[in-house]
């Protein structure tokens, strides 16, 4: 297949192609298909107070380990997860699985602030014009990034997927304005926000 991407563009730190301005970057899984794409866990990693993770596939059981994400936080960090699931499957504890990978996987002394709203899917009745499928990275309240796919798609190599840096203030606000709501108005799954292993 021939190469169409510009020349240079390849980041080989992050293992994906990347726009010069630092907007867009793009995992193209032929040009790395034996690495995974490496931007997701470096923007969480660098965080210093704050990381939302807006995404309706936030999964924590296996092969789908998203939690591992948060393995390198730095300390202090707040985290936020807003995201959809079918909270009515017959022995299923969404939340708590939650609960239980972040403790898992952060460690007590990261003294850190964890808090999980869910969205139901199959209660249309409160929620049936609440449900999204964009996947939105908010970084320290100041960085916003829009997501090709998911948390998954970003810790293995499991097909190309590209990240975008919004840069305009106006349309970080409005993005921010819009998660406020979802959050705001999905509160009645969740898991407070508070320290993760005070819980």
């Known amino acids: ?33 034996d690495n995974n794409p490496l ?52 022995n299923h504890d969404y939340l708590t699985s939650v609960h239980r990978a972040m403790k898992s996987k952060i460690d007590p002394a990261k003294d850190c602030r964890f808090g999980l709203r869910v969205i139901n899917k199959v209660d249309c009745a409160n929620h049936g014009k609440s449900l999204f499928h964009d996947r939105f990275l908010i970084i320290d309240s100041n960085q916003v990034y829009l997501i090709g796919s998911s948390i998954g798609w970003h810790l293995k ?17 409005f993005i921010q304005s819009i998660f406020k709501f979802y959050w705001d108005n999905s509160t009645e799954h969740e898991i407070p926000l508070a320290y993760l292993h005070l819980l």
């Open 39 to 90: 931007l997701y866990q470096e923007l969480i990693n660098n965080a210093l107070s704050e990381i939302i993770v807006w995404d309706p596939y936030f999964n924590v059981n296996f092969p789908n380990s998203d939690q591992d994400i948060f393995v390198n936080i730095k300390n202090d960090i707040t985290i936020k997860i807003l995201t959809v699931k079918n909270l009515v499957r017959p």
């Open 157 to 173: 190599s499991h097909g190309s997927t590209g990240i975008f840096k919004v840069s305009k203030p106006d349309t970080i606000s």
């Open 1 to 33: 297949m021939a190469n169409f991407f510009p020349e240079n563009s390849l980041n080989e730190a992050l293992k994906m192609h990347e726009c010069g301005q630092e907007e867009y970057w793009f995992y193209h899984q032929s040009s790395h298909p």
